[in-house]
């Protein structure tokens, strides 16, 4: 007879995503996306936002706080949706915490290793995320013959919460960043940074005007969400979908904890979520 | 026989300045230009800068940290060269502190209400200051016949921390945030933030070019320098210049706090006060 594999008695709790803003609903978007019946529960430090020009150490203190209220919500597994906190704190995390802990860093690294096709990799990322090298040591755990370019792009992220994507002062500013990798002859390139997936476009674009070629533009949300998949499998952590619903099984739920409540909370969250935040669970609290 | 007015036995004491980050040494900059032989002990709470995106409640509670940390310094006088900060908790530190507390807000609104010939004052600003409608009251405060107009221009901040302050990217973003206040035909403009001095010229330049004559623009910096002045002198709180130098009297100290010491912090820190902080006393400090 056989017995199938039975699933971990805490594949109903819900997933954590932590960002030390509201970027990470990009990782959160690309997550409900694949794994639609899973349950998320968000953190947004948007009280200390940004991350990306704090000390290492303060960024630690950061990070073990939001995982440390998340761990009260008995996530199953904790999604750091921070590049900041991927380069500087994952490894704490992960031993720190009794559950697994993904990066965004990782995934995004391994997508565009594999999309290089001849080994010279572009990524474009926080000034934090590129001082700390964490790109190039993670390509360089997954493959030797993949070299890393790195260009720190740090304006796209006021210029994506601001909602200015598309006209001349994004273009221009992307065109600027861009140039320097064109420059080293890159032929695939990864959008290093949670904000960027709102650029997709306008970059894609520009590289191929600069580079007179169409060249593939890894967004680490989606790779972030494609190893969260596997990683879910393997460690009997998947939600099952039920039956409860005509087609597609349940529909996760979507809570969101903030630490802060700004102005534009309701518009910026949205253009992050690819969905209107009114009917979520919205919570503000202290860290 | 005349006896001269006696100086306030605090006037030795140093000036407390303190911003959410390091914008405020603008602040700085222009009181050691205005009051060379003044102590300065400046705040940058660059561990959660930006405060523009926090709320009210949460600025106070930063405000009032930050104020008690200079008190500690024995300052006599404190500046609060944040227009966040001036906006929201300018009220509360007044009633709070035992000693007098400058804003940036009301000097950068006086000077504005007497460039303003025709009673059409444009102001810029960061989304938080101009929410909370604190130039138009400070202006209405010193003038009943000087209109305002408000624009929020969020992306001048990062594009100066970034040190982009010439060039195609500032110039179209500038020309974006004056367009609808010269379609408002404004007769003279205040730069409502402290990053925005070192656009001054391009501002100046790009409202000439837009308004098609060349029209006063107030810096909240040099305003509030000019204030500061006036209230050391009324309050008797002058530090006397001395004579311990041939020209010029003594040279006023400068010491820097910081609650994060952000890789490019050296950098930034002189764009903002136009010298090198090589030679300062920098101390990094938790509040």
């Known amino acids: 007879m056989h017995v199938p594999d039975m699933p971990n008695a805490k594949s109903h709790a819900p997933i954590g995503v932590f960002d030390s803003g509201l970027g990470g609903l990009t990782v959160a978007h690309a997550i409900r996306a694949r794994l639609p019946h899973e349950d998320l529960v968000y953190l947004g430090d948007v009280a200390r936002v940004p991350y990306g020009t704090r000390s290492p150490q303060t960024v630690m203190n950061y990070a073990r706080a939001c995982a440390r209220k998340l761990c009260e ?152 969400a494609h190893d969260l998949e596997r990683l879910l499998r393997e460690r009997k952590l998947a939600r099952d979908a039920g039956m409860d619903r005509d087609r597609g099984g349940r529909k996760g739920s979507l809570r969101i904890l903030v630490t802060d409540m700004p102005g534009k909370f309701s518009e910026v969250a949205a253009r992050f979520l690819g969905e209107s935040v009114d009917g979520l669970d919205v919570t503000q609290i202290d860290l």
Chains 1, 2 share one sequence.
């Not at 997709?200 to 680490?220: M, N, Y």
């Open 73 to 224: 919500h008995e996530i199953k597994l904790l999604v750091v949706a921070c590049n900041t906190v991927s380069a500087v704190a994952l490894d704490m995390l992960s031993v720190e915490l009794d559950l697994p802990v993904l990066g965004v860093i990782g995934p995004g690294a391994r997508a565009g290793a594999q999309a290089s096709t001849h080994g010279r990799l572009g990524v474009i990322a926080t000034a934090g995320t590129v001082l700390s090298g964490a790109y190039p040591r993670a390509v360089a755990s997954v493959s030797t013959r993949v070299e890393v370019f790195m260009e720190p792009a740090p304006l796209l992220v006021p210029l994506v919460e601001e909602g200015w994507i598309t006209g001349e002062v994004p273009r221009l500013a992307v065109r600027r960043y861009l140039e320097p990798l064109v420059a080293q002859r890159i032929d695939a390139l990864v959008l290093g940074c949670t904000h960027y997936p709102l650029l997709h476009e306008l970059i894609t674009s520009e590289l191929t005007t600069l580079r007179g070629q169409v060249l593939p533009v890894v967004d680490s949300a989606e790779a972030t």
